[in-house]
T-cell receptor, first 111, second 114 residues
Framework: SQQGEEDPQALSIQEGENATMNCSYKTSINNLQWYRQNSGRGLVHLILIRSNEREKHSGRLRVTLDTSKKSSSLLITASRAADTASYFCATALTGANNLFFGTGTRLTVIP | NAGVTQTPKFQVLKTGQSMTLQCAQDMNHEYMSWYRQDPGMGLRLIHYSVGAGITDQGEVPNGYNVSRSTTEDFPLRLLSAAPSQTSVYFC?????????????FGNGTRLTVT
């Protein structure tokens, strides 16, 4: 079964607007990571947040983590057409070697 | 620096045929893994390896074999292809010694089994 679930499944916004995607997971984690996938390509790592962190920033990206609610959010500010992609959260479970991915959010930024 | 290289990019097989999907990385990463990506299912882990000579099963290992004879290579074998194995396959690697190390992905192999 999927460890993570993203919400919404699809999101369409105008260029310049902010985009927020959410991720919920089921069990205790070591860290949570967000990846982007452009059409026909592999996933690219965006940002990692450890279980003892609550917020992290990287450029136009802001990630929050609430371990009590087992949820995370990814905010992309001032979106651009080039941000059009699918975004996945992935959880590194406590005591495990592997990453488990959610089902993704398809973001479309309209120029 | 090539990163993670997957070959072939596309493949069509008939039911019952076998093939090997190749994956190579040049980053000296200890950890390598194979995922399959299906619509609405996200990425599911097939097999993984934490170093040369060591492999283990992921979430969906049935119908697939792997081996890890070198640090660089991690081939995925389909012994008898089935239509249910139609998918996009991704190989990924990371520094296994650091659990906070991100995965580096190849660009995938799109497999169709008829």
């Amino acid at each position: 079964s999927q460890q993570g679930e993203e919400d919404p499944q699809a999101l369409s916004i105008q260029e310049g607007e902010n985009a927020t995607m959410n991720c919920s997971y089921k069990t205790s984690i070591n860290n949570l990571q967000w990846y982007r996938q452009n059409s026909g390509r592999g996933l690219v790592h965006l940002i990692l947040i450890r279980s003892n962190e609550r917020e992290k920033h990287s450029g136009r990206l802001r990630v929050t983590l609430d371990t009590s609610k087992k949820s995370s959010s990814l905010l992309i500010t001032a979106s651009r057409a080039a941000d059009t992609a699918s975004y996945f959260c992935a959880t590194a479970l406590t005591g495990a070697n592997n990453l488990f991915f959610g089902t993704g959010t398809r973001l479309t930024v309209i120029p | 620096n090539a990163g993670v290289t997957q070959t072939p990019k596309f493949q069509v097989l008939k039911t019952g045929q076998s093939m090997t999907l190749q994956c190579a990385q040049d980053m000296n990463h200890e950890y390598m893994s194979w995922y399959r990506q299906d619509p609405g299912m996200g990425l599911r882990l097939i097999h993984y390896s934490v170093g040369a000579g060591i492999t283990d099963q992921g979430e969906v290992p049935n119908g697939y074999n792997v081996s890890r004879s070198t640090t660089e290579d991690f081939p995925l074998r389909l012994l008898s292809a089935a239509p249910s194995q139609t998918s996009v396959y991704f190989c990924a690697s990371s520094n296994a010694g650091n659990r906070n190390s991100p995965l580096h992905f190849g660009n995938g192999t799109r497999l169709t089994v008829t």
